[in-house]
């Protein structure tokens, strides 16, 4: 979805930010604790804590972000 994204409005990856917001699962042996965990290592994808998610509103607020898909 990332590189689709970018592909598309002809965008390097790395001039663009990706935020999933999402606390660690707790159980260390769950299938959720192993996704959120590769995700983590997504060099990409910045992982945050909910309680950090002002984080994304400064950013947004920085770059003058605007919504760019179309409301269905």
């Known amino acids: 979805m990332i590189s689709s994204l970018s ?3 002809n965008k ?6 990706f935020y ?16 959120w965990e590769s995700v983590k290592l997504n060099e990409i994808i910045n992982v945050i804590d ?14 003058d972000a605007a919504k760019f898909l179309p409301k269905e």
């Open 20 to 35: 999933l917001i999402s606390e660690e699962p707790k159980d260390v042996n769950s299938k959720e604790h192993k996704l």
């Open 50 to 63: 909910p309680e950090e998610s002002d984080q994304v509103v400064d950013a947004v607020m920085a770059k």
């Open 12 to 17: 390097s990856l790395q001039d663009n930010n």
């Open 7 to 9: 592909s598309k409005f």
